[in-house]
């Protein structure tokens, strides 16, 4: 053979190792099942009902009157949707209609209740229908939490401390007396208790300073008996901010917990968010990249909270996040209307993943909101009623509460790439189960290329994964009302071959599986 040759040949063993090294390099989900981490509070999958176009009235609440089946006024439908979601705690009445709600227009008779203005929300009557009292039942219908936000904004220490003792007295205070009159003998448990809402914004426009002194005086009245003491929530800051969790950390009586909130829009850009359906490959990245950047809002906000408190005492409540796109054409644009699809389940699917890397401080997250405002579980139109693909995002992700986390890394993870914009093709979590399974939960954001793991629990080869898959044709797949949904999970399943558990995860997928070892 001339040397030529031989130089040739060896060019090309070169050139097909380099090709075959590309392939060797595996992408491989290793997870680390001997090293439990922290429990996955489930109020991370938490949800918000605010007093909002048709967030409340018409969606949930249709009043006892109604054609539309209900019980005691909550349609049954919703209820019964929730229900299985196992939803562990609402939030209500916002958002920023909370620091405009006082709490003793929505008690006694409804037909004597007062006509107020949403000011928040399009200025439109709000007859306060729903109260305390409704409220306190649908949680109890639902099965889940309550979290009561107060008003700080146009309320005062003084309308706080009442409607606390109104909803928690047990003895015969003219309060207790009154919820008893109302229709209701024992006290209503409260487990989450807000002093205001984005006092930066809406609720009044504060600085952390001003806030942080307010937060003190109400939290010094907010008096509970010790069975029925809520967690304290003081209302935090918003996007790469710390300076709210600085202030609120540092050495503040009552606060149990910090609230922060950061939306994605598409853009990045409130005059023009981006279009909730028909976008571009280009919105569909940015808008899980945007979710991912998440991370780094919780990595920065958890370094303050770990110098100020090391003991981990103060939770960091992510109480409001969701997609915001631009209003529906048609629609009033203060109704927050908007299409749900498939890049919502996968921002949602994406963002549990990046709450459980940080389950030893996101105690709480609560999706904005839970019907037919922003970020939806549930749509409905009159007495028709879609479970959106958020809404199937959730229930993948059931498994999760109350899980104990564990330790995962994905070991040469594609790059998804649009134009200039890049992030890690794949995301995953793990954790052990309430029933003892090992989950795993993956998303798979690339468009269009679906990617293929390779699973190890430490360094052996599980034997099979079970479970379920989201996806659709289409980035905007969508349920829509009057027509088969077109984003429902299906079941998955996997075996080892050859000593190798490989998993082919479809583009713009979400997937949740039990790991057999
Ligand atoms: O969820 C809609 C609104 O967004 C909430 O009322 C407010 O807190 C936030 O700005």
Redesign the pocket.
């Known amino acids: 053979m001339s040397s030529t040759i031989k130089k040739r040949l060896a060019a090309t063993a070169v050139c097909v190792a380099w090709a075959f090294g590309a392939q060797a390099a595996e992408t491989q989900l290793i997870v680390d099942a001997d090293q439990p981490g922290p429990v996955i509070d489930r109020h991370v999958y938490g949800q918000?009902a605010?007093h909002?176009g048709s967030g409340i009235y018409g969606g949930m609440w249709v009043g006892p009157d109604s054609k539309i089946p209900n019980v005691r006024g909550w349609r049954k439908d919703v209820v019964a949707a929730l229900k299985a979601l196992k939803v562990p705690v609402v939030r209500w009445p916002?958002?920023?209609?909370a620091d405009e709600y006082h709490w003793r227009d929505g008690i006694g008779p409804r037909d004597q209740r007062p006509v107020k203005l949403n000011t928040?929300w399009g200025g439109v009557p709000e007859n306060n229908a729903v109260g305390t009292h409704e409220f306190f039942d649908l949680v109890e219908q639902i099965g889940s939490e309550a979290y009561v936000n107060g008003n700080l904004g146009t309320g005062s220490a003084r309308e706080m401390a009442e409607w606390m003792e109104y909803m928690t007295a047990e003895g015969n205070s003219s309060l207790a007396q009154l919820r008893r009159k109302n229709g209701r003998d024992r006290p209503f448990r409260v487990n989450y208790f807000a002093i205001g809402?984005?006092a930066w914004?809406?609720g009044g426009q504060m600085r952390p300073e001003y806030y942080t002194d307010q937060f003190r005086q109400v939290a010094a009245f907010l008096k509970a008996p010790s069975n029925n003491r809520p967690v304290i929530i003081a209302s935090g800051g918003t996007g790469l901010q710390t300076n709210w969790t600085e202030m609120l950390s540092n050495g503040v009586p009552g606060v149990d917990s910090i609230s922060h909130?950061e939306?994605t829009l598409p853009t990045g850009d409130w005059e023009r968010k981006g279009s909730a359906v028909g976008f571009p490959e280009s919105e569909w990245i940015a808008t899980l990249a945007h979710t991912l950047s998440i991370d780094e809002i919780i990595k920065r906000n958890s370094a303050v909270l770990d110098r100020n408190d090391p003991k981990k005492k103060i939770g960091f409540y992510f109480d409001?996040w969701g997609s915001w796109y631009d209003a529906e054409p048609g629609s009033n644009p203060s109704f927050?209307v908007q299409r749900n699809t498939l890049r919502d389940a996968l921002l949602a699917a994406l963002l549990f993943n990046v709450f459980l890397a940080h389950a030893d401080r996101v105690k709480m997250s609560n999706v904005?909101?839970m019907v037919n405002?922003?970020q939806a579980m549930i749509q409905t139109r009159g007495d028709q009623l879609v479970l959106t693909p958020t809404y199937y995002a959730f229930a993948l992700y059931t498994p999760f509460q109350d899980a104990t986390s564990l330790p995962s890394r994905i070991e040469n993870n594609p790059v998804y790439k649009v134009g200039s914009v890049e992030m890690p093709g794949l995301s995953a979590t793990a954790a052990r189960g309430k029933d003892g399974k090992l989950y795993i939960g993956l998303v798979n954001a690339n468009a269009t290329q679906a990617a293929e793991l390779t699973v190890r629990v430490g360094t052996a080869t599980p034997a099979a994964v079970h479970g379920r898959l989201l996806t659709a044709l289409a980035m905007d797949a969508q349920n829509e009302f009057g027509k088969p949904a077109q984003v429902v999970p299906r079941a998955f399943e996997a075996r080892a071959a050859d000593g190798k558990l490989l998993l082919k995860i479809p583009p713009k997928s979400i997937l949740v599986v039990a790991v057999e070892t």
């Open positions: 918000f605010e909002l916002g958002g920023c209609f928040s809402n984005e914004g809406c909130h939306y409001e927050l904005a909101q405002v922003l």
